[in-house]
C-alpha cells in the first residue's frame, strides 16, 4: 500500500509520468522499440510479440488486403525458416497454432503472437528468431501467394454476414475523412484474387521497418537475456535512408449530427447508438495532467455506466441493456458513445430517454454522493489488485505494453497508479467531471446508428424523426437526478450457527476436507496461484432429470430469472447496487443431471460471497411483475430468432438428431409462453432444498481459520433433510442412421459444412487419451489438406469426443465454412482423409505432438485454481477423472498402433450426419419465408425415408 510519504514524492514530481521500473525497454540504433518484463506466472513460459504499426489504412488502392496477406505470407516461408517450418516446431514444443501461434492485422496495427517455454535456451532464442524472421525476412515466394489466394479468400468468405453488412453501412459515415472508411482490413475480393505479386511486396518492404516495431516480452526469463538476444537478431535491421511518411488521419467534422438507419433480413432485434466524436491532434500519454484528465474520464464513465444499468433494470424502460462511456475511437479522435438494445416499437422513447440522460450530465454534472462512491470504489480496485500483483499472469501486461509502443500510454506500475490516483482523487471535484462531459457531448459532431430486423422497419423512426428528437432534447430543460439510497448490508440477521464436525487432510491432493454439523463436505485446497483470489463450486446429483417432461418444458427456459428477481430482503435494483460495489459472485445452476453453484470473491468480499450462498440456498426472491419483464425482454430476440441464415440451420439439425426426445425443443417464442413462474420457482427449491447432498469446494488465497468462521456461520447453517438424489438416467434418444440435412437459406456466397460420425463405444481412460490423439492427427492432416494443399477453407474444426455418462458412445464432428461451388469437393476430401486413416496412413509426428502438447498443458494447469476446482469436482460427479499422478504415464502409453485400431474403431460406422447450408437461389421461394413457416420448413427440411435412413436423401422446401 502506499505510503503518505511516497503521496508527497508524487506531488513533488516533474509533469513527467514515471515508469514502471520492473521494465526494461529500450530503442535500437535502427529505431527499433523493446520492452521486456520477467515475470513469474505462469512459470516456464514467456509471451512474445512482433508489432509493427502498420495495417490496412496504410494501404494504396491496388493494395486493399495486403496489410493482412502480409501477415499470412509470414507463416509460408521465410529466409531461415522454410515453409511450414514455424508451425512444426511450435507444435513439436508443446504449444499450439492458433491459440499460443497466431497474428493479427487491423487497420493500423500488425500482432505477431508467440509462446514459448523457457526451461530450454535454445527454444527461446530460436523464437526470438522467428519474430525477426517476421519482420524482415519474409520470402514471398510466387508460388506460395498464388497459393495462399484461396485461404485468404476463405477467410474473406467466412466473415461475410450480417455484421460485415452493417460495417459497410456505418464505417463510411463514422470514419468519414479517413482511410479507416474504405480499407477494411481483410480487403477487397478483387484485390485478394488478382493483385499483384509486386504490390504486395512493395507493402512488405515500405512498412515493415525497424522504427515503426516493438518487441514486446514477458515472461518467466533473464530480462538481459532476452534485451542481448533482441540486440542481436534485431540490431542489423536497414532503416530506410528516406522512409516514407506515416499518413495522418483526421475525422471529418460535422457541422450538425448524422443519422444513418439500416434494416437487415437477419438481425434479430433493434440496437440504437449515438458517437459524439471529439477530433484532436494526436498527444502521447506521458504527464501528469492528462493522467488525471484520465482519472476525471475513468470516473465519469463510472458514474454514467450505474445510472443506465440503473435506467435499464426498471420495468418501464425504453431499453433493456446499454453501455456508455468514451473510447479511443482511432489516435486522433477519441468518440463519447451509448449503445442500447430498444424495445420494439419504443425506439423513439429510448432515443429521448438516452440523449435525456447525457444532457442531465451535461446540465448538471453529477451528485456528491455518485462521486464519493465512485472515489472509493476507483480507489479499492486498486488496492485489490495490488495484493495480487505478484501473481499476475504474462498476458495482464502485455496489452499495455503494446499500447505504449502504437499509441503511447502509459507504462506505470500499479503502486504508481495507485499513488497518482490517490493523489488526483483528493483534488478533483465535481467540477471537473462536468466540464469533461460538456467536452464530450456539448456538440453536434455525432453520429447516430439504428440498426434492426428489417420485417420491423415499419414501426421505426427515419432519419428526419431521429433528427427531430435531437433537436427536440437539446431545447428541454433537464431535471438533477435524485440520489438513491444506498444499500450497504446484505443480509440484516445472520442465521443460527452450525460447526465444524470433522477435519482430514487428503494428501494426493494437499487439501482439506473438512464435514459440518448438518453433514454437508467441505473440500479446502489453498494455493498460492492467484493471490487475493478465491473460487468455489458445490454441485449435487439430480437436476432435471428428476423431474417430467411436462415441469422441464414449463421451466427449463427461464429458470435464470431467478437470478434477476433479487434475493432475501433486497429487490433486483437494490441487489444490483449493491453487488456492483462489491468483487464476488454467485451463480447456480440447473442442468440435466445435477445442481450446482459456481463463484468466487477476494478476501475483502469474502464474507458476502459466503452469505450470498446462504441466500441462494434458502431465500431467492419470486418477483412475478419482473419475470413478466424478462419474459418481454426475450420476446422480440426469440420472435425473430430464425431471421438468421444459421439459427435455422443449427435448428434443423438439433431437431433431426434428438427426435424422439420429447425434451429437445427450441426456446422460441411459443416456448417461451409456457414458462411458469410458480414452476421454476418449485423445481429450484427443490433442487436445493437438501444441501447436505452438496459437496463444495474452495480453492485459492484462502485462510483456514477464516473459513472456519465462515462455514461455520453461512453454509453449516444451511437446512438439510435426510433424503439423497439419485442418479436418474433419462433416456438415450441419440441418433442412429445414415441422414443428409441440405438447406439453402441466405444470400451470402458461403456455405456451411457439418459431418458427424458417431455410435457406441467403450470408455476408459485409455480410450479416452486415444480418443484426444486421434483428434489431434485428423486436425492436424485436415488443415493441411483442405487449407494449405487445396486452400479451401480457412480454418477446419474437429472435435472428437467419447462420453462416459449417462451413455457410453463418441463422436467426430468435422465443420468449416468453404465456397458453395466447392462443398462436395471437400466432403470428398474428408471422407478421403478418413479412408486413408482407416488404411493406417497416420503422422506418428501428429501424435508425438499431441503428447507434448498434453504434458506441457497439464504442467501449466496443475498451477491454476480453475483446474483444480473442476478436478476436484469432478470427483464427487460421474466423471471421476483419472488420479493426477497417473496422468503422464498415461500420455505417454499412447502409441501410434492404438490411434490407428481407433481410427478403424470409429471412423469406420453407419451412423453419420451430413450437414450442409448454401445460399437460397435467387427467385427461390424460400426469399417469402417468415418465422411463422419455420417449424415447418424444419419438418421438411430432415424428412427423410427411415425404412432406408442409410440411402436417405433429405428433400428442402426448396426443392419441394
Known sequence: MASDTSIRAVQQLSNVL??????????????????????????????????VKTGSIFEDDSQQGFAHFAEHMAFNGTQDFQEQEIIEFVESIGMRFGAHLNASTSFDNTIYKLRVPT??????????????????????????????????????????????????????????????ASRLPIGTQEIITFGKHEDLIRFYNTWYRPDLMSVVAVGDFDAAVIQGLIEKYFGDIKRPKTPVVVPAQYLDVYDSAVFNVFTDEELSGITLSSSWRNTKPFAAFTTQTQYKQQVIKNLLNGVLSKRLSDLALDTSSPFTGALIGSNQTIPTSEEFFFRASVKPEQTKAAFTRLLTEVKRV????????????????????????????????????????????????????????????????????????????????????????????????????????????????????????????????????????????SKRRIEKWDAHEWVLSNGIKIILKPTPFKENAIQFAAISDGGYALVDDETYLRSFGLMNSLDFMGLGELNTEQL??????????????????????????????????????????????????????????????????????????????????????????????????????????????????????FTFIFVGDINLDDMDAYLSTY?????????????????????????????????????????????????????????????????????????????????????????????????????????????????????????????????EQAIDNFKTQAKTSREKNLKE?????????????????????????????VTLAAVKEAAKQYLVTDNRLYATLKPQPSGSELDELNNAEFDAVVADVVEVDEANASDAKVKTHAEK
Open 362 to 501: 451535461v446540465d448538471h454534472g453529477i451528485s456528491e454522493q455518485e462521486l464519493a462512491t465512485e472515489k472509493r470504489l476507483y480507489l479499492e480496485w486498486f488496492e485489490s489488485a495490488l495484493e495480487s500483483q505478484n501473481t499476475l499472469s504474462h498476458s495482464a501486461y502485455l496489452g499495455g505494453y503494446v499500447e505504449y509502443f502504437l499509441n503511447e500510454g502509459p507504462i506505470t506500475s500499479l503502486a504508481q497508479d495507485y499513488v497518482l490516483s490517490k493523489v488526483f482523487i483528493d483534488e478533483i471535484i465535481l467540477a471537473d467531471l462536468q466540464a469533461q462531459m460538456i467536452e464530450w457531448a456539448a456538440h453536434q459532431n455525432a453520429v447516430v446508428f439504428l440498426t434492426a430486423p428489417t420485417n420491423m422497419l415499419s414501426e421505426l423512426p427515419n432519419e428526419d424523426e431521429l433528427a427531430q428528437i435531437w433537436q427536440q432534447v437539446q431545447s428541454v430543460p433537464t431535471q438533477v437526478l435524485a440520489d438513491k439510497e444506498q444499500v450497504s448490508v446484505l443480509m440484516r440477521e445472520l442465521p443460527k450457527a452450525g460447526s465444524v464436525l
Open 576 to 693: 444490483a447496487q449493491f453487488s456492483r460495489e462489491k468483487r464476488f459472485s454467485v451463480n447456480p445452476n440447473i442442468s440435466t443431471y445435477s445442481e450446482s453453484m459456481r463463484g468466487g470473491s477476494n478476501k475483502e468480499d469474502l464474507m458476502y460471497m459466503m452469505q450470498s450462498i446462504y441466500l441462494r440456498f434458502t431465500a431467492p426472491v419470486k418477483d412475478l411483475e419482473r419475470f413478466e419483464w424478462l419474459k418481454e425482454t426475450y420476446r422480440p430476440q426469440l420472435e425473430n430468432k430464425y431471421n438468421s441464415s444459421s439459427a435455422q440451420f443449427y435448428a434443423a439439425i438439433q431437431s433431426k438428431t434428438q427426435s424422439d426426445n420429447p425434451r429437445n425443443v427450441e426456446f422460441d417464442v411459443g416456448m417461451l409462453d409456457q414458462q411458469n413462474l410458480d414452476t421454476i420457482y418449485t423445481v429450484y427449491k427443490q433442487r436445493f432444498a437438501n444441501s447436505s447432498d
Open 715 to 843: 453454509v453449516a447453517s444451511l437446512p438439510t433433510t435426510s433424503v439423497k438424489d439419485p442418479r436418474n438416467k433419462l433416456p438415450d434418444y441419440a441418433l442412429r442412421g445414415d441422414y443428409q440435412i441440405h438447406m439453402e437459406k441466405g444470400t451470402e456466397d458461403k456455405a456451411t459444412v457439418i459431418m458427424s460420425l458417431f455410435g457406441d463405444a467403450v470408455w476408459t481412460y485409455q480410450n479416452q487419451m486415444t480418443m484426444s490423439a486421434l483428434n489431434a492427427a485428423l486436425e492436424k492432416d485436415l488443415r493441411l489438406r483442405l487449407r494449405e494443399d487445396l486452400a479451401g477453407v480457412y480454418s477446419v474444426s474437429v472435435r472428437a469426443r467419447l462420453s462416459r455418462w449417462p451413455y457410453e458412445n463418441y463422436s467426430i464432428n468435422v465443420s468449416f465454412t468453404c465456397d458453395p461451388q466447392r462443398v462436395d469437393e471437400l466432403y470428398e476430401e474428408v471422407n478421403a482423409i478418413f479412408a486413408s486413416f482407416v488404411d493406417g496412413n497416420i503422422d
Open 18 to 51: 514515471p515508469v514502471d521500473e520492473n521494465i526494461v525497454k529500450g530503442t535500437l540504433g535502427n529505431g527499433l522499440n523493446y520492452l521486456i518484463r520477467e515475470n513469474a506466472k505462469p512459470e516456464n513460459f514467456a509471451e512474445l510479440r512482433l508489432v
Open 119 to 180: 526451461d530450454n535456451p535454445e527454444l527461446i532464442e530460436k523464437a526470438i528468431h522467428i519474430l525477426e524472421n517476421w519482420a524482415h525476412k519474409v520470402t514471398f515466394d510466387p508460388t506460395a501467394i498464388d497459393q495462399e489466394r484461396g485461404v485468404v479468400l476463405e477467410e474473406w468468405r467466412s466473415r461475410k454476414g450480417v455484421g460485415e453488412r452493417i460495417a459497410k453501412q456505418q464505417w463510411p459515415v463514422m470514419f468519414a475523412g479517413t482511410n479507416y
Open 865 to 893: 485454481n480453475g483446474f483444480w476446482l473442476n478436478y476436484m469436482l469432478n470427483h464427487y460427479t460421474p466423471f471421476m477423472p483419472l488420479p493426477i499422478d497417473d496422468y503422464k504415464a498415461l500420455v505417454d502409453s
